[in-house]
């Protein structure tokens, strides 16, 4: 029907166009050395051909400092340019997008190391966290991060966001959801610091609001930067949306090109589906950038409601392209 949104537009994202409305949300890629090997290639030439317009790749490391956490893609270094310069032509060649995921993981990890890890390597891990907060999860204390390593966590971003774009990618997205280390920033649940970067949620939210100014610096203006946050906290007291509303408006108004909205997936998701819409629908009310919304969401005719009911412009999947990697051209009954 004319004038209704569909999640097939074509729509502009800063330069880019981007070919649907629809992201593959990030999904970790399995790599025992950061790098961008065979088999992840593999699976992502099977999601650039399956249909979904803009893939967000598997978070990213972007310190060497946590290359004992997690077996995942890194790009703290030139030495991890090659395959990923690879990943982003073989995803244009197949006519998708990609953005880089990237993220400090903290403590968030503390129980996951590789299997193979040695004991050295454990006892070397250091596990950064806004206040030394025991994480739900956690399988070693965190140590309470300086304002120095804040400083030093900004600047790894910005070096990862100007390597992804060195490497092809069409932009990046910064992780602070999902228990990650910006995301215990950005909650009371973890964030019990008293200095700048604790108490008000100006405080809370400063070392995101620093790393994108650092990120935007060295990337220049037309290269767009997304950030994921989550909308819902489980485990404590619920969040409060009007933090978060505040957090979404300021980092708007330095010039953040969308927002995907995220939250305790692994609990919220028993509920039902599109399990954050009403947080996604009230912040995109609230910012003038794109609002992402991710997490149960399962047919064009659920999205395509939400589209034109809401001002939520995209759709992040992540489950379901794992179940089918073809799954969006199936929505196009191809
Ligand atoms: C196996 C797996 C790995 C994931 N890895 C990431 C990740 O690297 N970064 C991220 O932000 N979210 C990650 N997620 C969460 C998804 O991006 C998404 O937010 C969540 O699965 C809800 O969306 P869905 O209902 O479409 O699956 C992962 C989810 C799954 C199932």
């Given at each position: ?8 537009d074509q729509t502009p994202l800063?330069?880019l166009t981007l070919p649907n409305r629809l992201f ?29 317009g803009t ?42 997008l ?72 069409d ?119 794109a ?23 995209y ?20």
């Amino acid at each position: 029907m004319a004038g209704l949104k569909s999640i097939f537009d074509q729509t502009p994202l800063k330069k880019l166009t981007l070919p649907n409305r629809l992201f593959r949300a990030a999904v970790g890629d399995r790599s025992p050395d950061g790098q961008v090997g065979e088999e992840n290639l593999a699976l992502y030439e099977k999601l650039a051909r399956g249909g979904v317009g803009t893939i967000l790749t598997g978070f990213t490391r972007v310190s060497a400092k946590e290359d004992n956490i997690f077996p995942i893609f890194a790009l703290y270094d030139d030495s991890f340019l090659p395959g990923h310069r690879r990943l982003t032509e073989l995803v244009h060649s197949r006519g998708a997008l990609i953005f880089s995921q990237q993220v400090y993981v903290g403590s968030r990890m503390s129980k996951v190391f590789p299997d193979d890890a040695s004991p050295e390597k454990r006892e070397k891990t250091l596990f950064l966290s806004p206040s030394g907060t025991l994480s739900g999860d956690a399988g070693a204390q965190p140590r309470e991060i300086t304002a120095a390593e804040i400083a030093g966590v900004g600047d790894d971003f910005a070096g990862a966001a100007v390597r992804a774009k060195e490497a092809g990618y069409d932009g990046v997205e910064i992780h602070a959801a999902h228990g990650f280390l910006f995301s215990q920033f950005l909650t009371p649940l973890y964030n019990r610091r008293t200095d700048e970067y604790g108490g008000s949620w100006e405080n809370r939210s400063r070392i995101v609001a620093e790393t994108y100014g650092k990120v935007r610096a060295a990337v220049g203006p037309d290269f767009p930067i997304l950030l994921k946050i989550n909308a819902r906290e489980s485990g404590g007291q619920p969040e409060d949306l009007g933090d978060i509303l505040a957090m979404a408006a300021k980092l708007d108004d330095l010039g953040l090109d969308g927002l995907e909205i995220s939250g305790d997936w692994w609990e919220f998701s028993k509920d039902s589906p599109a399990y954050f819409l009403s947080e996604a629908t009230r912040i995109a009310e609230k910012i003038k950038g794109a609002v992402i919304l991710t997490g149960g969401l399962r047919t064009p005719g659920q999205m395509d409601q939400i589209l034109n009911s809401t001002g939520i412009r995209y759709f992040g999947l992540a489950r379901p392209l794992i179940a089918d990697p073809g799954l969006v051209n199936k929505f196009k009954g191809r």
